[in-house]
């Protein structure tokens, strides 16, 4: 609510009064007064929507290629949330930005709290910061590369640990300014032999990554515990079920690695889960 002083007592009724200021027993005064303007918002049933409802006849083969997608990936696309335009690759509409939205606050808060700090890094990386962690090699035709202008090997960012290395390296940090904790939020790029399940396996995804740096291995240790921690509490703001279970290090490599699973239907993986010591 925004609170304006406004000296012509004819924009009263043209602005829309909630309230005067008036004490009790005193009548408004055609001199200065204050008013009470309400900040315009958007309300969800004024938020752009189209709707591509599946017609009844229709209904059942859509059922059935959901057996090869997903059902919450043809509810978002009836109900104008995502719009597919083009192979793996989804327009975000305003009621999805909305969702998004709110939970980007929760996720900055919570990584705020442990002492994380935001950051933008750019999708595009040259060919030679990439070949120096050997994954430009090593990763097969999921990674998106290009040459621009000038001839040059680039690509497109599935994740940036080579790219937030580089950049940390390139000052002179000294141990005092540990832990550093940076991360950011947006688009990666993958080149999904058969995109499938909607935003799930898609070829332009958003996505949420943390990159720590520590001055020893148990300051390390120390972060991962806290960011785990921070992560659960993410988890459950949201309301969502989820299972922690130990993951491999992949190519960048590590002492320990753990992954958070969201039981599904149409889940890849298999899970092996211990319910007595809640471990997997």
């Known amino acids: 609510m925004l609170l304006y002083r406004n000296n012509m007592r004819s924009l009263v009724s043209e602005l829309g009064v909630l309230n005067m200021s008036m004490n009790r027993g005193v009548m408004p005064m055609y001199g200065s007064c204050w008013v009470y303007v309400r900040r315009l918002k958007h309300t969800v049933s004024k938020l752009y929507q ?17 057996e090869a997608s997903c ?5 978002m696309k009836e ?9 793996g690759y989804f327009a975000l509409l305003p009621l999805a930005i909305r969702s998004i939205n709110k939970l980007t606050k929760i996720i ?3 990584l705020e709290s442990v002492g994380c700090q935001r950051l933008i890094l750019p999708h595009t990386a ?3 910061l990439w070949k120096q962690s050997g994954r430009w090699q090593g990763m097969g035709p999921e990674l998106i590369r290009y040459k621009d202008r000038h001839d040059q090997d680039m690509l497109l960012c599935p994740t940036h640990e080579e790219t937030i290395t580089s ?7 000294s141990s005092r300014e540990l832990p550093l904790r940076l991360y950011q939020i947006g688009s990666k ?9 909607g935003l799930i396996r898609a070829n332009e995804f958003l996505m949420k990554d943390l990159y720590t740096f520590d001055k020893d291995p148990q300051s390390a240790k120390h972060t991962y515990d806290q960011i785990s921690l921070a992560y659960e509490k993410i988890f459950n703001r949201i309301g969502v079920p989820y299972l922690r279970v130990e993951g491999d290090t992949g190519m960048m490599g590590g002492s320990s690695s753990h992954e958070y699973h969201f039981p599904a239907g149409i889940g890849q993986d298999s899970v092996l889960w211990c319910k007595k010591c809640s471990k997997g």
């Open 108 to 110: 900055d808060e919570e």
């Open 189 to 197: 790029f993958r080149a999904e032999m058969k995109p499938r399940f």
């Open 167 to 173: 950049l940390v390296a390139a000052y002179d940090i």
């Open 50 to 66: 189209p709707k591509e409802l599946t017609p009844q006849e229709k209904l059942k083969t859509a059922k059935k290629i959901e």
């Open 79 to 87: 109900y104008g949330i995502i719009k597919s335009v083009g192979n």
């Open 126 to 128: 040259t060919a030679s």
């Open 71 to 75: 059902k919450s990936s043809r509810l």
